[in-house]
């Protein structure tokens, strides 16, 4: 573990790498203790840098031996420690390198570099892994052709894989060991090498290209579990697919792999041609997995496969670039799966989550801009930030430049950068010279931080027959960036009458915004509509054209009517969110004046969705959840009491399900079906607003919806509705409820994904109890602090979900997963970093739990031996604006 204070590093002092890397030769040979990797390095001095010493990275590295051009080095022409090695006076020509390392598989907690899961040999090399298989340039503008040969015993491993096509197998005569060969002819960077070695089953297809290409699909999983990635297989054909259909772009290697493993620090990984997933987003059955994991698994599929294109063949020229791969890709597969279900849904769902992590990141001391400008701990910057706000910056780039505009960018970027390592501009130059536009301000998306806030002021003229839309825009300070400069702002925008029809849109000198679209550049503008008789309600930011934050004067009847009447699905359920979200601020703060009648009015509102028969159930459910906790949170930004949130959306929760109880009961069984479980979007939809409906009638604290609840957990034939009524029953302090999950665990404890799900309910009980409950959990059994799935379970569920419980009065929320960070961290910094990101809200809070998580981090702040990661978060959640 790295603990020495890292130095920043800083995008402007970016210069090309002294040395370039040709090829690369990899020999492996696999010991659970002793593993050997024997590098041959063909290298060059970069035509384009001054000479220069050879300098490699390294991390926790044994030395074996080193030659230079076929000969052993004398131990003084260079220097080696774990963390490097440096060659101070090579020849200044193209040289061979080689070089032996020993690495411990086993006890490599960190999960990076290579390490075993349950007994498979894997590797994750993104960011900076690659050093700590071997000494290397270990960065990603310096790209190479590798060839990678493994050899394990057979009985231990008698799968081996690796990057590209397989060129060579067979046994090592007199031994119980096996090797394969595996070449990529794609030039890569180190972070996208992978190998695995292990006992695994399989299942297989193949793909044809639109070009008459064959390819063979194979995706690998613990033996046993063959049965449950069919719908994987199923997500990644459809993703090859619409990837040719849409972007043009057709798989290039002879193979595709997917492995699943169960201990694995993220979601999966990108490696070129052999994809390495948690098993999380690869395992699933009607039984074991809900609708929810069902999309995921078909997002994160799409995800991964997209990066072969956008992150493997173009890739970037250095960690500051990140957003350049993943941002585009999120797009992408957000994309993907609004084509694949419901694009409406799919879309609430996207904005749901960006506000959820990013504008809550962008409001606290952790914000950065898309493409940051200096970072101390490149892996903390896997972020909503460059992965969800990246994606938005992309879309508004097709918003502004329309569907044909955007495809021709796109494609001048695949056909001048295919096969380099690049930056955010030449990303960005692709569509301004495609496209003749220029996009030199909208670049301030890229580098200025923080959620810009835009308020819209209407007048209406009756007698002119106008009406201006009066829009300001600010972007607030963050962290190092005190003055911002007003941004490039797509506002989607409709005008409606009084029927809910959409007003021709004629700017008063006659012209009329491209598609529907307001194109803000200053600080404040004004847009001005003729032909307007009545005065129409304006809809917003529709379909969410821009990452903003919107403030518009409305009142409860203008919110009702866009609930009802808005042609932009996105906006009804926009205006819903508006409403309650007022309500619950109201009533927080004990608003005298009109809360029943605020009430009132919003439950009317409810009522009207439940009577809507034509909705998309998914989006009826979508609309009968209340903003969260977090949400409201949010939404009041200072002096923040997570209590007195909890309470009053809980109140409301139960008064919904009281006064429309008969409703919720009608639509909870008009959506129950009698068919076969079946994970298609129309089916989950259904599912998703009935166990809606049940949860708003549990909320009630009735026996009888209890009840319903109980029948439903037990008569369940898939996870969803299982797990549903299990969810609903955890929020209630009944007999019921302990019964239910005793039940749970006894029928699943053998599945650690599904007992997951299991420690995950617990963590969020919104109850005094739940602290010791958790503590007890870190001993059961079924968790282990050496697995990120579980800690994420319990211990990231307890500080991410568990608003009252983290956010103790006491500050004993913010010390025990202080405790549990800081006894993860010397095994995995990764994921103790990750748990340590809970506090970044902490400045929010009211004055007695904002000084009892003040004192928490200055706790953990003060030990020496903390991880480069943990000392980065915790050092910017404590600094001064």
Same mark, same amino acid.
């Given at each position: ?45 970069? +035509? ?10 390294? %991390? ?44 411990? !598989? ?6 990076? @570099? ?39 015993? =057979? %009985?231990?491993? +008698? ?25 990529? &002819? ?20 193949? #793909? ?16 046993? =579990? ?16 619409? %990837? ?19 201990? #694995? ?65 999120? #797009? ?26 990013? #504008? ?50 796109? *494609? ?48 209406? %003229? ?119 979200? @007022? ?5 927080? @703060?004990?608003? &005298? ?139 209630? *302090? ?31 009980? &919104?109850?005094?109890?739940?602290? *010791? ?55 995995? !910094? ?38 480069? *990661? ?12």
């Amino acid at each position: 573990m790295r603990t020495e204070q890292a130095r920043p590093v800083r995008l402007e002092n970016y210069r090309p790498p002294d040395w370039l890397v040709e090829t690369v030769a990899l020999d492996i040979s696999l010991d659970p203790a002793r593993s050997r990797v024997r590098s041959t390095l063909r290298l060059k001095p970069n +035509p384009d840098a001054a000479a220069a010493p050879l300098v490699l990275d390294g %991390d926790e590295l044994t030395l074996v031996s080193v030659k230079l051009d076929g000969k052993a080095l004398a131990a003084d022409t260079f220097t080696a420690t774990p963390d490097g090695l440096t060659i101070p006076q090579p020849p200044q020509r193209e040289c061979v390198l080689e070089i032996e390392t020993e690495v411990d !598989p086993t006890n490599n907690t960190q999960l990076m @570099g290579l390490f075993r899961s349950s007994g498979t040999y894997c590797t994750q090399c993104e960011p900076e892994g690659f050093r700590r298989i071997t000494y290397f340039p270990d960065r990603p503008d310096v790209m190479a052709v590798y060839t990678t040969r493994i050899e394990a015993d =057979k %009985d231990e491993a +008698p799968v081996l894989l690796a990057n590209g096509n397989l060129v060579e197998s067979g046994e090592i005569a007199g031994t119980n060991r096996h090797f394969a060969v595996w070449f990529d &002819p794609f030039r890569k960077p180190s972070y996208l090498f992978a190998m695995v070695g292990g006992k695994l089953g399989s299942i297989a297809d193949t #793909f044809t290209t639109r070009s008459g290409r064959t390819v063979a699909l194979k995706i690998f999983v613990e033996p046993g =579990k063959e049965d449950r990635a069919g719908y994987a297989m199923d997500s990644l054909k459809r993703a090859m697919r619409w %990837d040719e259909q849409v972007f043009g772009r057709e798989y290039d290697l002879d193979i595709f792999m997917i492995v699943a493993v169960s201990d #694995f620090n993220m979601g999966a990984m990108e490696n070129k041609g052999l994809n390495i997933f948690n098993d999380k987003y690869v395992l699933a059955s009607a039984q074991t997995a809900t609708d929810a994991d069902y999309a995921s698994i078909e997002g994160v599929i799409a995800h991964e496969y997209f990066h072969n294109w956008t992150g493997d063949r173009i890739t970037c020229r250095d960690w500051f670039q990140l957003c350049l791969k993943e941002g585009l890709t999120v #797009f992408r597969d957000q994309e993907f799966t609004s084509d694949q279900r419901s694009r409406p849904v799919k879309r609430i769902a996207d904005v749901r989550t960006l506000r959820a992590q990013q #504008f809550v990141e962008d409001a606290g001391p952790l914000a950065h801009p898309v493409r940051p400008e200096v970072y101390h701990e490149i892996s903390n910057f896997y972020t909503a930030t460059v992965y969800e706000k990246g994606a938005e910056v992309v879309r508004m780039l097709k918003t502004l430049l329309g569907p044909e505009g955007f495809r021709r960018g796109m *494609d001048r970027y695949f056909e001048r950068h295919d096969g380099q390592a690049v930056t955010i501009e030449d990303f960005v130059h692709s569509f301004a010279d495609a496209t003749g536009v220029d996009l030199g301000q909208f670049m301030r998306w890229y580098r200025q931080a923080g959620t810009p806030e835009v308020t819209v002021t209407v007048r209406h %003229d009756q007698a002119a027959r106008t009406c201006a839309l009066e829009i300001r825009q600010t972007v607030p300070p963050t962290p190092g960036q005190q003055v911002k400069q007003p941004m490039v702002i797509p506002l989607a925008v409709a005008l409606l009458d009084s029927n809910g029809r959409e007003l021709p849109l004629v700017v008063a000198d006659g012209t009329a915004p491209q598609r529907g679209v307001l194109t803000l550049t200053k600080p404040a503008e004004t847009f001005v509509f003729a032909g307007l008789t009545e005065r129409p309600v304006p809809s917003l930011n529709r379909g969410f054209s821009a990452p903003i934050k919107l403030t518009i004067e409305r009142t409860a009847d203008d919110l009702r009517f866009l609930a009802a009447h808005d042609t932009d699905p996105f906006n009804r359920w926009q205006a819903l969110q508006t409403f309650a979200t @007022g309500v619950l601020i109201d009533n927080v @703060g004990k608003r &005298p004046d009109g809360g029943a009648q605020r009430n009132k009015g919003l439950i009317e509102a409810l009522a009207s969705v439940l009577a809507d028969h034509a909705l998309e159930p998914a989006f009826a459910a979508l609309a009968l959840t209340l903003p969260s906790e977090a949400d409201i949170a949010r939404d009041i930004g200072k002096d923040v009491d997570p209590g007195a949130i909890f309470r009053e959306r809980t109140s409301l929760r139960g008064l919904i399900g009281a006064q429309l109880a008969e409703a919720l009961r009608l639509t909870h069984r008009r959506m129950t079906s009698s068919q076969p479980y079946s994970p298609d979007a129309a089916s989950a939809g259904r599912r998703a607003l009935r166990n809606s409906c049940l949860d708003l009638l549990v909320a009630t604290g009735d026996k009888t919806a209890r009840a319903l609840a109980v029948e439903q957990f037990t008569a369940a034939d898939n996870m969803t509705d299982r797990l549903a009524a299990l969810a609903t029953l955890s929020l209630q *302090d009944v007999p019921e409820r302990d019964t239910a999950l005793e039940a749970f665990y006894a029928r699943y404890q053998s599945d650690a994904l599904v007992i997951d799900k299991w420690l995950a309910l617990q963590a969020a009980i &919104p109850e005094a109890g739940t602290l *010791d409950r958790v503590r007890a959990l870190t001993s059961h059994k079924a968790f282990s602090f050496s697995n990120p799935n579980r800690v994420r379970s319990l211990i990231g569920a307890f500080a991410q979900a568990n608003q009252t419980q983290f956010n103790r009065v006491d500050g004993l929320g913010y010390d025990f997963v202080a405790d549990c960070v800081l006894a993860l961290d010397p095994k995995n !910094p990764q994921v103790a970093a990750r748990l340590m990101t809970a506090f970044r809200s902490w400045r929010a809070l009211e004055p007695v739990r904002r000084a009892k998580a003040e004192a928490t981090l200055r706790r953990v702040a003060r030990n020496a031996g903390l991880s480069r *990661d943990v000392r980065d978060i915790v050092d910017r959640s404590l600094a001064q604006t």
